[in-house]
């Protein structure tokens, strides 16, 4: 029922910018939190933020705080990601997820707690 489409991911110099989007639907409630996560090659998805719709509560892993900035607009159901000052360890595949109901909250980001998903836009960052 609850479908998020990623988009906005392409490939940039270390340094460079990206802003993320996600585009919820089905969603029938008030109150849901929405993370992002990230996975590369090897790897285990990893959480990246979150947000909530209830209080505005956001959440940053250690490896992005202060480079990366969650927002939401909740008239379009979309969530947003800007990225700045890019690194090659940024370079992974993101997904954007709802919480499921009686979820955690946003004051970290479990994959496990988060059960409707997107597909994934890819993000490069390489000179």
């Known amino acids: 029922q609850v479908q998020l489409v990623e988009s906005g991911g392409g490939s940039v110099q270390p340094g460079g910018s990206l802003r993320l989007s996600c585009a919820a639907s089905g969603l029938t409630s008030d109150y849901y939190v929405i993370g992002w996560f990230r996975q590369s090659p090897g790897k285990e998805r990893e959480g990246v933020s979150c947000i909530s719709s209830s209080d505005g509560n956001t959440y940053y892993s250690d490896a992005v705080k202060g480079r990366f900035t969650i927002s939401r607009d909740n008239v379009e159901n979309t969530v947003y990601l800007q990225m700045n000052s890019l690194k090659p360890e940024d370079t992974a595949v993101y997904f954007c997820?709802?919480?499921?109901?009686?979820?955690?909250?946003?004051?970290?980001?479990?994959?496990?707690?988060?059960?409707?998903w997107g597909r994934g836009t890819r993000v490069t960052v390489s000179s």
């Open positions: 997820a709802t919480e499921r109901p009686g979820g955690y909250g946003c004051y970290d980001v479990y994959p496990g707690l988060y059960d409707s």
